[in-house]
């Protein structure tokens, strides 16, 4: 009978081993597909949150190199305005500066001479000229006062407030101020014209060559240029004494 006993206690050993085998190598299959999923998540493709924010990753570095690209576009148009101003004021006072707003002069035909009548005038001298880039574009008929700068009986730039021989400025009909060119801008000289009623503003160049295309921004008054070679024989005319009209006409 202690026999079987020992043989019984030998049996329930033997189980017992068993089944701490089994279940051992059940708890590592277990943690081995656990291993396995984990692995699968790490190396696998991306999860739905993980592929959603890659997406908006790339969007915003795509929209970050757009806004990037477009700065240095418009700091490179702006930079070239900015050198392109620069060198047009580089040029001096005599080089007409690019006007982006109007492409195109306008000639004018400029006649000066006598009133032989209420409708015409006699021919006396004529030239060509060119309207200023903002100034109106209109025929004109008016008596010839060449501007005299105050204290200088023989200056006729016109870049004071005033002229000295504004008592010859006529009160019932239309008259063109004629300035010479030089110390002062288009703009001083035009206003003059402007502050005593001037039908038009000529200005004629202070050396010969080119006529050129004067600024005029900033004036309301009819404004033109012409060379300086009629300007003295209009000059000589307007200072002789005589009543002498001029004949602005658009070419």
Same mark, same amino acid.
């Given at each position: 009978?202690?026999?079987?006993?020992?043989?019984?206690?030998?049996?329930?050993?033997?189980?017992?081993?068993?089944?701490?085998?089994?279940?051992?190598?059940?708890?590592?299959?277990?943690? =081995?597909?656990?291993?396995? /999923?984990?692995? =699968?998540?790490?190396?696998?493709?991306?999860?739905?949150?993980? /592929?959603?924010?890659?997406?908006?990753?790339?969007?915003?570095?795509?929209?970050?190199?757009?806004?990037?690209?477009?700065?240095?576009?418009?700091?490179?148009?702006?930079?070239?305005?900015?050198?392109?101003?620069?060198?047009? /004021?580089?040029?001096?006072?005599?080089?007409?500066?690019?006007?982006?707003?109007?492409?195109?002069?306008?000639?004018?035909?400029?006649?000066?001479?006598?009133?032989?009548?209420?409708?015409?005038?006699?021919?006396?001298?004529?030239?060509?000229?060119?309207?200023?880039?903002?100034? /109106?574009?209109?025929?004109?008929?008016?008596?010839?006062?060449?501007?005299?700068? @105050? %204290?200088?009986?023989?200056?006729?730039?016109?870049?004071?407030?005033?002229?000295?021989?504004?008592?010859?400025?006529?009160?019932?009909?239309?008259?063109?101020?004629?300035?010479?060119?030089? &110390?002062?801008?288009?703009?001083?000289?035009?206003?003059?014209?402007?502050? &005593?009623?001037?039908?038009?503003?000529?200005?004629?160049?202070?050396? @010969? %060559?080119?006529?050129?295309?004067?600024?005029?921004?900033?004036?309301?008054?009819?404004?033109?240029?012409?060379?300086?070679? =009629?300007?003295?024989?209009?000059?000589?005319?307007?200072?002789?004494?005589?009543?002498?009209?001029?004949?602005?006409?658009?070419?």
């Amino acid at each position: 009978m202690y026999k079987l006993s020992i043989l019984n206690m030998l049996k329930y050993c033997v189980w017992a081993v068993v089944i701490f085998v089994f279940l051992q190598a059940g708890e590592s299959s277990v943690e =081995a597909r656990r291993r396995k /999923r984990k692995g =699968a998540d790490v190396s696998g493709p991306p999860s739905r949150r993980h /592929r959603k924010h890659n997406k908006l990753n790339r969007n915003n570095h795509h929209a970050l190199d757009s806004s990037l690209t477009s700065t240095k576009t418009d700091d490179t148009h702006t930079k070239t305005i900015i050198d392109q101003y620069i060198k047009s /004021r580089r040029r001096g006072s005599r080089k007409q500066s690019k006007s982006y707003t109007v492409k195109k002069w306008t000639e004018a035909n400029v006649t000066v001479g006598t009133k032989v009548d209420e409708l015409s005038l006699s021919n006396l001298e004529q030239s060509l000229g060119k309207f200023g880039h903002h100034s /109106r574009r209109e025929n004109i008929v008016g008596r010839v006062i060449h501007i005299t700068d @105050p %204290g200088l009986e023989n200056s006729h730039h016109g870049c004071g407030h005033t002229m000295s021989n504004r008592h010859m400025i006529p009160n019932n009909e239309t008259w063109v101020a004629l300035i010479k060119r030089g &110390y002062c801008y288009f703009f001083n000289k035009i206003k003059l014209g402007e502050r &005593y009623n001037a039908s038009a503003v000529v200005i004629y160049d202070d050396k @010969p %060559g080119k006529i050129e295309i004067m600024n005029t921004i900033g004036t309301n008054v009819v404004s033109l240029m012409i060379s300086h070679e =009629a300007g003295i024989k209009f000059a000589k005319l307007a200072d002789s004494g005589l009543n002498v009209y001029m004949n602005i006409t658009v070419g």
